[in-house]
């Protein structure tokens, strides 16, 4: 009995600590309240989301105001209160889910502005006031676990997943939960200035884009030509047999054409349950960062033209409504070590602006997770450094079947290891809707007749951070790579909190947009 006066005196303490801590109160402390650390005497806060809504994004939102400037870029953080098991347990079974807040600075503490949950609001408060006053704004979105986006950032080994802060009014640079994300000390510095905001839909340039069509007659260098390339317009409605990715046999020396590796001869069976790629061997492939302090590998792509880069959707996505400005993103072609920004042979990019598909809307859903983006200058071909060719054959999926896809990337591996520190490729055969639908009905809610599926279920595959890797088919007459699909979902294994590989793969069908994004790589 002595240990009942006991707990009361701790818990009596706490809640002193809880109302007491730094002298704030809280506008809605059902929701919201201020905490300090015994051991640091740091304040933060506490959110509290009583029953939150299972299998949807759970998207919080925060609000600051402190009366302060803030010495440095660090805005303060919002993360989940517990591991991330803990908190999707917590969700499965109706209860809390519980965030903590890191302000920015120990004083003076910031005041809670507003609180929204899911889009709908549950707290406001007044602004701090003074001479200087700064708003902050913190969010956060959790994925539901059935159904995983295959960007590195939407890793469920890293929840919270993509915790994105910005400071108003300053360019906003997401800031992706780090875990265990490599710093980059060797990489340029590369200057973003501040710009409005940027709209996301393709518009002329003065850089026409090369499109690639057969090959010259003799070998071309890589010196950039004196004249200004030309763009040329096919006419979709002529068919398949006059589209203007249809290329004639390979020829050596001759950086300008798609869909040749220099090693079309030395493919093995290597992404998770594989072996390492050699460098140049897919000289399309390219990596996308998002740019913080340091480089956070994003998503993969593949070249379509030397202004064009084609990639998942969701690689662009903060969450519903939001998306990654191009400002904050950078894009390096020619690479495969992805830790090394000076490696021989690769360029770092700035993008220009990106178009998303129309018909993408952010869900659980493989449909239209198509994005094309636009480089702000045209890059050079080389040995390491090629566009990959579009799809060329029937666009129906039956023709496709059975077919034999190559899906390369730095995404996570069979060993746990969250990204690769070279490129590995997988073998990945496609298979009917039929045969995709009645392996798992979970994959009814995310399939479309715009999408197909892929895999070998044996636990190898693409996984998280292979987002936006290209399936190419090796087309044995012409010699080179078509590109038939986009990598984009995924099933779930909740024992292993990661890409389940002992199910299909679902890609984006890019047969089936070949007029869209004719559309998007023909723009000047």
Request: charged share 15%; with cysteine; aromatic share 8%.
């Amino acid at each position: 009995m002595a240990k009942v006066p006991i707990l009361i005196a701790l818990l009596s303490q706490l809640l002193c600590m809880l109302l007491q801590a730094s002298g704030q109160q809280s506008p809605c402390s059902q929701y919201f309240t201020y905490i300090s650390d015994p051991a640091t005497n740091e304040v933060m806060g506490q959110i509290q989301i009583p029953s939150p809504p299972k299998n949807v994004e759970l998207h919080l939102k925060v609000a600051l105001s402190i009366a302060v400037a803030l010495p440095t870029n660090y805005v303060g953080q919002l993360e989940l209160a517990h591991s991330k098991e803990e908190s999707v347990r917590a969700v499965e079974q109706g209860r809390p889910l519980l965030y903590r807040l890191r302000f920015p600075l120990r004083q003076p503490i910031p005041l809670l502005t507003g609180l929204w949950f899911n889009n709908q609001p549950y707290c406001s408060g007044p602004r701090a006031t003074g001479q200087i006053v700064t708003s902050i704004t913190l969010e956060h979105t959790l994925y539901p676990p059935n159904v995983l986006p295959l960007s590195q950032n939407s890793l469920p080994n890293n929840l919270p997943q993509q915790t994105n802060t910005y400071f108003q009014p300053s360019i906003f640079l997401p800031a992706l939960q780090p875990a265990p994300a490599p710093v980059y000390t060797t990489a340029p510095a590369p200057v973003y200035t501040t710009a409005p905001a940027p709209v996301y839909t393709t518009s002329r340039s003065p850089n026409r884009p090369v499109i690639v069509q057969r090959p010259p007659s003799r070998p071309v260098t890589t010196q950039r030509p004196k004249k200004k390339p030309t763009t040329s317009r096919p006419n979709l409605s002529d068919g398949i047999g006059n589209n203007i990715f249809l290329n004639p046999p390979a020829q050596q020396n001759s950086n300008n054409e798609c869909g040749v590796s220099t090693h079309t001869n030395n493919i093995n069976l290597l992404i998770a349950k594989g072996m390492k790629t050699s460098p140049g061997q897919w000289p399309w492939l390219v990596a996308l960062f998002v740019v913080r302090i340091s480089y956070e590998f994003q998503c993969a792509g593949s070249i379509l033209t030397n202004k064009h880069v084609i990639t998942a959707a969701h690689c662009f996505k903060l969450d519903s409504q939001r998306n990654i400005p191009p400002s904050a993103m950078v894009v390096s072609l020619g690479r495969y070590r992805l830790r090394d920004f000076l490696e021989a042979g690769s360029v770092n990019m700035e993008i220009a602006r990106y178009t998303i598909h129309p018909d993408y809307l952010h869900q659980e859903t493989g449909d239209s997770d198509l994005a094309i983006l636009v480089l702000r200058n045209p890059v050079e071909f080389s040995p390491t450094i090629k566009p990959i060719c579009m799809w060329n054959g029937p666009i129906d999926l039956q023709s496709a079947i059975n077919k034999i896809g190559y899906v390369v990337g730095w995404g996570r591996d069979e060993f746990g290891n969250p990204y690769l520190a070279e490129p590995r490729m997988a073998k990945v055969p496609i298979v009917s809707q039929e045969v995709c639908l009645w392996s798992d009905p979970r994959f009814v809610g995310f399939t479309s007749n715009r999408t197909l599926c892929a895999g070998t279920r044996d636990g190898s595959g693409p996984c998280n951070g292979d987002s936006g890797s290209g399936l190419v088919i090796h087309d044995t007459t012409t010699g080179r790579y078509q590109l038939r699909g986009i990598v984009s979902r995924s099933l779930f294994d909740r024992d292993q909190m990661t890409c389940d590989l002992t199910q299909y793969v679902v890609f984006v069908d890019v047969a089936k947009y070949l007029p869209w994004i004719q559309q998007q790589i023909s723009s000047i």
